[in-house]
């Protein structure tokens, strides 16, 4: 969802398929900072599989990647930002570690809460289902995630580095 409405606001062509995703380039605005945006199109927890073949296709240093994802250990509308780190056991984090080869790319973790279990099972059912939030509080959730999104992606742009 935050893909969609980023390639909405930058204005981006068409995604094609390559890679086992879905793929659009071109500038956030313009004479603005280039973007790739790619949507893999395998299970999450072999994004890797996707992600590593087309980050060295496209020769985009790991430190200017951002994977943004959705994290069930931070509370509903919660968005924190960082480069690297631990997959905290989100499998989509693992294939994405080991697909570029290392850790060190950027994440945006948002917050979609926690189920009140631990059964995978029903873990996996409330991830992948529909959003128990009203249809306002999500899509003021994705819009957070879009503007924290591009946050980044200009501070990348110039040449800023470091973990927030």
């Known amino acids: ?16 398929e390559k890679y086992r ?13 280039r973007v790739v945006l790619m949507t893999p199109l395998t299970y999450m927890n072999e994004s890797g599989k996707s992600a590593g ?8 240093p790991l430190g200017k990647v951002i994977a943004v994802y ?4 931070l509370p509903f509308g919660e968005i924190r930002t960082r480069l690297g780190g631990g997959a905290a056991g989100h499998n989509g984090i693992k294939s994405l570690k080991q697909g570029f080869g290392s850790p060190d790319f950027w ?19 409330y991830v992948l289902g529909k959003f128990s939030e009203s249809r306002p509080e999500v899509d003021g959730l994705i819009d957070d995630a879009a503007r924290e999104t591009e946050r980044l992606v200009e501070k990348l742009a ?6 927030e």
């Open 70 to 73: 959705d994290e069930i250990d």
């Open 53 to 60: 073949p087309a980050r060295g296709s496209k020769k985009i």
């Open 1 to 16: 969802m935050v893909a969609a409405l980023l390639a909405e606001r930058w204005d981006l062509p068409r995604a094609k």
């Open 158 to 163: 110039s040449g800023e580095t470091g973990e």
């Open 21 to 33: 995703a879905r793929i659009t380039e071109g500038r956030i605005r313009p004479g603005g900072p």
């Open 107 to 125: 994440r945006v973790r948002i917050g979609v809460d926690r189920p009140d279990s631990t059964d995978p099972e029903r873990v996996a059912a």
